[in-house]
């Protein structure tokens, strides 16, 4: 099957930095990536969708100026947390779609802030 | 509003038990139906999808699910299960009209005794 990898898969950084996490399609062309965050015991909740070339659209709730999205190619999408804080600490999951409807998944980035 | 909702949250078996997740949404119209699991520190995986046809779809690892459209449920379902089973299991769902969205149950921790 398709391969989504993420980088990196830890990081830990200081509260008021900001960290920059990869999604990368590694053999399929991705149209659209999506960005999920995960909370402990908790399901995935999407915080935008990326299309290669266009802006991304933020789901609801979502900060687009503390979240920024990249979709420079269509193997790469990048998301920057802008000065980050602990309750940004979480498991952040992207997904790339080809030309069906299936997303596969990426084995998600753990972020701690200090 | 509209869901996805897996009614059990943490469901404890012995092996060679028998499995019956269940899974209800509420969108009407066409949907695309997901199961996925995540074993313990690894990613998401899909289990098996139905996009249309027959409504019996077999995934992966012996896993199957029915799609019973009346009831808007799409249930997982193994005959005897394995202690290796034991992980999070996520229903997902891609309305029609969500632009690729897919829509995460709140999941269901299946822990399997040896």
């Known amino acids: 099957g398709a391969v989504v990898s993420q980088h990196p898969s830890r990081v830990i950084c200081k509260s008021g930095t900001s960290v920059k996490i990869e999604c990368r399609s590694l053999?399929?062309?991705?149209?659209?990536m999506f960005w999920y965050r995960q909370f402990p015991k908790k399901s995935l909740m999407l915080m935008a969708t990326?299309?290669?070339?266009?802006?991304?659209?933020?789901e609801q709730g979502v900060e687009k100026d503390k979240f920024l999205i990249n979709h420079a190619s269509l193997t790469l999408s990048t998301l920057t947390v802008t000065s980050a804080h602990p309750e940004d600490s979480s498991f952040y999951i992207c997904?790339?779609?080809?030309?069906?409807?299936?997303?596969?998944f990426g084995p998600g980035t753990r972020l701690t802030v200090t | 509003a509209q869901s996805v909702s897996q009614h059990n949250h943490h469901v404890i078996l012995s092996e060679a038990a028998s499995l019956e997740l269940g899974c209800n949404y509420s969108?009407?119209?066409?949907?695309?139906l997901f199961w996925y699991v995540q074993y313990p520190g690894q990613h998401l995986q899909l289990l098996l999808k139905?996009?249309?046809?027959?409504?019996l779809v077999k995934g992966i690892k012996g896993f199957e699910a029915e799609f019973i459209k009346s009831k808007f449920s799409f249930n997982l379902r193994k005959p005897s299960v394995q202690w290796s089973d034991t992980a999070e299991y996520f229903c997902?769902?891609?309305?029609?009209?969500?632009?690729?969205?897919?829509?995460f149950g709140s999941g269901t921790r299946l822990s399997i005794r040896p």
């Open positions: 139905y996009f249309s046809g027959d409504p």
């Open positions: 990326s299309n290669e070339g266009s802006k991304a659209t933020y």
């Open positions: 997902a769902v891609i309305p029609y009209s969500s632009a690729s969205k897919i829509i």
């Open positions: 969108y009407g119209g066409t949907v695309n």
């Open positions: 053999d399929f062309q991705a149209t659209t």
């Open positions: 997904s790339a779609r080809g030309e069906g409807y299936e997303q596969y």
